[in-house]
């Protein structure tokens, strides 16, 4: 049998030809981390899972999801999450391995009571549920079709036209960057940056046409799954284990709702993250922004609304205190919105008087030189070149403080100012 060597070198300690130093390294960097991360995914796929375990993995399966939508919404444009495409696959990877522990687990040991497949699988099916799995099941089927039929549906329509219209309309951007940098507008750098920008938003949206099936296909295993468990655990339940079919199909239905919803509602964020960042394509700013901009700027808008709120509140059988404090909120926005658009004006309006008078100003100096030009020195001297000594002289008297002591004399004897004498 062959023994690895160990050896110690500059570098560090090689095993097998394995240089340690830089495998810490990489796993510092987060390059082996990611490896055996994916790796750990598909080993969950095949390996059981122990219910505390499980428990960990589906925290960080919300954790990662919530992450993900908080990052889509405060992103300025889409490209600065271009590695959605990679999460999702990553996240739809770790909720497919989960929901097969999960199914293993509420299989082999479901007979043992709501708490066999962990405490969240738990927590959800009893509080969702409320002790009745009908209504559990109606839940779950509703969160399907929402995340299904209406998310999931219209953010893979709205990346398929997304990535249809970018790859259309790179063309005439390119020729449009080759114009201003042959204008000159831009530099080589700029022009380099415009193109990689544009290569990189084509490329995002052409990935997230793609990405979008993920989500789709998810959402259907979670059905499937959902199903099987339910049937398989009813099978299990009443053949194998001898359960009464009532007391089975109460035990198997509310661990496999309790694991339906918990892997629908991390599927839920992550559809809702990927429909909020393909449909911020032209939108400048992030979510918050740009709906604080658009739907809370608009005086005329907010004002029928509030005048609809309080008109609702007013009819008989209404509840009148929501709609009060509706019509409040929206009354208080318009007059905000109202407040800040005169505020704009007039600074708008100070600033162009301000610009004016500064122009007028401008004007004024550079016309004083032209009616300076006509007047006419009443005295001057003009001195030569050796001359010009007298001006800065150090050993006797300087020339401007013998003129001044000439002025000052000719007004004490002869009773007038005489006039100020230029040096030239």
Do not use: C
Request: glycine share 10%.
């Amino acid at each position: 049998m062959a023994e690895a060597t160990v050896q110690q070198g500059t570098t560090g300690f090689t095993i097998a030809g394995v240089n340690l130093n830089q495998l810490a390294k990489a796993a510092a960097r987060g390059e082996i981390a990611m490896g055996m991360g994916v790796m750990t995914l598909i080993v969950m796929l095949i390996v059981p899972l122990p219910a505390f375990l499980l428990d960990f993995m589906l925290a960080i399966s919300i954790t990662a999801s919530v992450l993900v939508l908080m990052t889509a919404l405060l992103i300025k444009k889409p490209l600065e999450f271009s590695s959605f495409p990679t999460v999702l696959l990553l996240t739809t990877m770790l909720r497919l391995a989960l929901n097969m522990a999960s199914t293993r687990l509420i299989l082999s040991e479901g007979e043992k009571g709501p708490a066999a497949a962990g405490a969240i699988i738990e927590t959800f099916g009893a509080f969702v549920m409320q002790g009745n799995y009908v209504i559990g099941v109606i839940v779950f089927i509703i969160l399907v079709i929402v995340n299904f039929v209406v998310i999931t549906k219209g953010s893979g329509r709205i990346a398929e036209v997304a990535a249809r219209f970018t790859l259309d309309a790179m063309p005439g951007k390119q020729m449009a960057i080759d114009a201003d940098l042959s204008s000159g507008i831009i530099s080589e750098e700029e022009a380099k940056a415009r193109r990689k920008e544009l290569e990189g938003e084509s490329s995002f949206f052409g990935a997230m046409d793609g990405a979008s099936k993920f989500v789709k296909g998810d959402a259907m295993a979670g059905i499937m799954i959902t199903a099987i468990n339910i049937i398989g655990g009813m099978v299990i339940g009443v053949a194998q284990k001898g359960l009464p079919f009532d007391q089975a199909a109460n035990a198997y239905t509310t661990l496999t709702i309790g694991d339906g919803l918990v892997s629908q509602i991390p599927s839920l964020i992550i559809s809702i993250a990927a429909g909020m960042l393909v449909s911020k394509a032209g939108v400048d700013g992030s979510a918050n922004e740009a709906l604080g901009t658009q739907l809370m700027g608009s005086t005329q808008g907010l004002s029928m609304v509030s005048g609809v709120a309080l008109f609702a509140g007013l009819l008989p059988g209404m509840p009148l205190i929501p709609f009060t404090l509706l019509a409040a909120g929206t009354g208080y926005g318009a007059w905000r919105a109202w407040r800040n658009k005169e505020l704009a004006r007039v600074a708008n309006e100070q600033k162009a008087n301000e610009i004016e008078s500064h122009a007028e100003g401008e004007r004024k100096a550079t016309d004083a030189p032209i009616s300076d030009s006509l007047a006419i020195d009443e005295l001057k001297v003009e001195l030569g070149f050796g001359l010009l000594p007298l001006i800065n002289e150090t050993e006797g008297r300087k020339l401007t403080d013998q003129i001044k002591a000439v002025r000052r004399q000719v007004a004490t004897e002869f009773g007038f100012v005489a006039p100020q004498v230029r040096i030239v």
